[in-house]
């Protein structure tokens, strides 16, 4: 939405699905990024130059405005090309989310309106990032609220697939960014995508993806620059014909930087006296989300978000407990169905790390990743041994 090119593009994807008989319901986000006229971002520097601190109601109902910005925008540009369209805001699509303002969930998607103007033969465009309380209050979902909307509206219309268009040609291997040889994913399973999301993969938010999990409608990822299929995201059934290979033991990477670990000495009866709750309580308590962690009879560790540095060691420092603190981390993470049961992973993550000579402070892991811990400045070196460690430059997908 950010350019008179790129809405003419999406404008041609949105003509060419009607002369194919679908009746596109289209979802868009703000126009541009931070300092463009009408982004997110740009809405609430505004407000806080009036005052640092915005109530969350008004904050969500100035963000609000981007997004509706660019829904009458688009249902113009449609006109303009002789297609019927109709302009909706996200209450008006039936989306009713809960009171959490800034990051509320939906509770239930009654599209009435939308199926209505589907009869009549238009093409709904609907604000994404926003709905409604029950009373009427205007609420935004939080980041990659767009992603959201248009998965919970794929569930509740029944739709053939969601597609999100974006500025890259699919899900890749990894950040290209960081390493040159990542190639694109053909097909991944809901999970695997989720997994990559969660551990920080910036293509889409993972709480569209467990929409679409739930409600079984397959996801499409693909450039809104080129005619390239995408990514395709589904489970080895949803779709006849389609085999997404169960013999793929990592998938991808993903990776978050600008992380701080801190690690307590434990005295002796640390878990038992009601200690370690007391920490985790005033952590919480503060709004101070952890990861990595790790509980010990000797020692906790944990990581944070550098922005929330110095308020984590204020707070360690109020209980008297000896403590360790550092800045300067990244996670990096592999991610693939095919880890669970498979020995010699782990093995074959450090080998990795060790050829490439980066040092790993900390390790987590579940069935389906593993997570290390690196310097910040080690984050695309370790990409790139990992990479090639497993593959993933190679691999042929199925």
């Given amino acids: 939405m950010a350019t008179d090119e790129l809405r003419e593009k999406a404008v041609a994807r949105i003509m060419e699905a009607t002369r194919y008989g679908y009746a596109p319901v289209v979802v868009v986000s703000a126009m541009g990024r931070g300092g463009d006229p009408y982004a997110t971002d740009t809405l609430l520097a505004i407000a806080r130059e009036v005052c640092a601190e915005v109530n969350p109601r008004e904050q969500d109902l100035l963000l609000s405005c981007g997004e509706l910005i660019s829904t009458v925008v688009m249902a113009q540009a449609l006109k303009f090309h002789g297609v019927e369209a109709q302009a909706y805001t996200g209450g008006m699509a039936g989306i009713i989310t809960d009171r959490n303002f800034g990051d509320a969930h939906i509770i239930e998607v009654n ?6 103007g589907l009869k009549r033969r238009q093409v709904a465009v609907v604000a994404g990032f926003q ?6 209050e205007i609420t935004t979902l ?3 609220g767009s992603d959201t909307t248009a998965a919970a509206l794929g569930v509740a219309l029944a739709a053939e697939a969601v597609e999100i268009y974006t500025d890259v040609n699919g899900v890749m291997t990894t950040d290209p960014n960081l390493v040159p040889q990542a190639k694109l994913l053909k097909h991944m399973t809901y999970k695997e995508l989720c997994e990559m999301a969660h551990l920080g993969a910036k293509v889409i938010h993972p709480r569209a993806v467990e929409i679409a999990m739930k409600g079984r409608i397959p996801l499409k990822i693909r450039s809104i620059y080129s005619d390239q299929e995408g990514t395709l995201i589904t489970d080895d059934t949803s779709l ?14 993903a990776h978050i930087p600008n992380l701080a670990q801190f690690e307590l000495a434990c005295p002796r009866d640390f878990n038992t006296s009601g200690q370690a709750l007391k920490v985790f309580a005033c952590l919480a308590q503060d709004g101070i989300s952890l990861d990595m962690i790790q509980v010990s009879p000797q020692r906790m560790t944990f990581t944070v978000q550098e922005s929330l540095f110095d308020r984590t060691r204020s707070i360690l420092e109020a209980t008297g407990l000896e403590f360790k603190a550092a800045k300067g981390f990244a996670k990096v993470s592999i991610v693939g169905a095919g880890i669970r049961g498979v020995p010699g992973v782990m093995a074959r993550v450090v080998q990795g790390l060790y050829k490439a000579k ?3 402070f900390q390790t987590t892991d579940s069935h389906t990743n593993i997570a290390c811990l690196v310097k910040k400045e ?7 041994a990992l990479h090639e460690e497993f593959g993933l430059g190679e691999a042929k997908e199925g």
């Fill in 142 to 144: 939080g980041r990659g």
């Fill in 240 to 253: 006849p014909g389609l085999e997404i290979k169960s013999d793929r033991m990592v998938t991808g990477l």
């Fill in 358 to 360: 980066v040092p790993l």
């Fill in 378 to 384: 080690d984050m695309s070196t370790a990409l790139t």
């Fill in 111 to 116: 599209p009435e309106k939308i199926l209505t």
């Fill in 131 to 136: 709905g409604t309380t029950q009373d009427g």
